[in-house]
T-cell receptor, first 114, second 116 residues
Framework: DTGVSQDPRHKITKRGQNVTFRCDPISEHNRLYWYRQTLGQGPEFLTYFQNEAQLEKSRLLSDRFSAERPKGSFSTLEIQRTEQGDSAMYLC????????????FGPGTRLTVL | RKEVEQDPGPFNVPEGATVAFNCTYSNSASQSFFWYRQDCRKEPKLLMSVYSSGNEDGRFTAQLNRASQYISLLIRDSKLSDSATYLCVVSGYTNAGGTSYGKLTFGQGTILTVHP
C-alpha cells in the first residue's frame, strides 16, 4: 500500500498523559499536513510542513502540541498533558508541490482522552 | 462567521433523485475550491475540483460563483453508494498573516443518505 499511513489507529489515554502519533506520507510527496476532526465537524487545519520546514501553524495548535518532520519524510504529532477536549480524529495528509496539489489523507488516529 | 458554511442536512433521498448541496465561503481571496467525500469513519477523499466555468464528472456537477462566494454540487441519478458526507473545501488565500497555499479549510459537511 503506497498511500498515507498513520500509527496508531486508535489511542485511549488518561487525562494528563502525553501521546505521540506518527504519519508516513506518500513517498514522493514533500508537503505534509495535520488536521483534527471532531464529531459532526469538518477537519480543521493544525500545521503543515514542506520537507522538514514547518511553514504554518494554526492558532488551534496550543503550546501543548508539537509537530516535527526531522528528515522531511515521516512526521510526529505530540500532545502533552492531554485534556478531554483533545479527543478527536487526527488526520494526516500529503501532497506534492506541482501538478494538482491534491492532498491525500491517511486513515487517521482516533484519540480518546478519559 | 465560519470561513466555509454548509447546510449540515441530513438529506434523505430515494435512489434516482437529484440532490443539490450549497456552500458559501467568507474570504473573497480564496483561490482553489473542492468537494471532498467522507464515508462514515473513513478519511476524506477528493471528489472533484471546482472551476469558475463549472465542471462535470459523470453524475456530478460543480459550480463556482466568485462574485457571490458560493459553491454548489449537484448529484444526478443518486445511487445507494453516494451515501456519505460531502465536504466543501477552499484553499489558497491571503489574510493578515500572509498567503497560505497549503492548508485546506473545510465546511462542516453535508450528510447524504440515499435509500432504496
Amino acid at each position: 500500500d503506497t498511500g498515507v499511513s498513520q500509527d496508531p489507529r486508535h489511542k485511549i489515554t488518561k487525562r494528563g498523559q502525553n501521546v505521540t502519533f506518527r504519519c508516513d506520507p506518500i513517498s514522493e510527496h514533500n508537503r505534509l499536513y495535520w488536521y483534527r476532526q471532531t464529531l459532526g465537524q469538518g477537519p480543521e487545519f493544525l500545521t503543515y510542513f514542506q520537507n522538514e520546514a514547518q511553514l504554518e501553524k494554526s492558532r488551534l495548535l496550543s503550546d501543548r502540541f508539537s509537530a516535527e518532520r526531522p528528515k522531511g519524510s515521516f512526521s510526529t504529532l505530540e500532545i502533552q498533558r492531554t485534556e478531554q477536549g483533545d479527543s478527536a480524529m487526527y488526520l494526516c495528509a500529503s501532497s506534492g508541490t506541482s501538478g494538482s496539489y491534491e492532498q491525500f489523507f491517511g486513515p487517521g488516529t482516533r484519540l480518546t482522552v478519559l | 462567521r465560519k470561513e466555509v458554511e454548509q447546510d449540515p442536512g441530513p438529506f434523505n433521498v430515494p435512489e434516482g433523485a437529484t440532490v443539490a448541496f450549497n456552500c458559501t465561503y467568507s474570504n473573497s481571496a480564496s483561490q482553489s475550491f473542492f468537494w471532498y467525500r467522507q464515508d462514515c469513519r473513513k478519511e476524506p477523499k477528493l471528489l472533484m475540483s471546482v472551476y469558475s466555468s463549472g465542471n462535470e464528472d459523470g453524475r456530478f456537477t460543480a459550480q463556482l460563483n466568485r462574485a457571490s462566494q458560493y459553491i454548489s454540487l449537484l448529484i444526478r441519478d443518486s445511487k445507494l453508494s453516494d451515501s456519505a458526507t460531502y465536504l466543501c473545501v477552499v484553499s489558497g488565500y491571503t489574510n493578515a498573516g500572509g498567503t497560505s497555499y497549503g492548508k485546506l479549510t473545510f465546511g462542516q459537511g453535508t450528510i447524504l443518505t440515499v435509500h432504496p
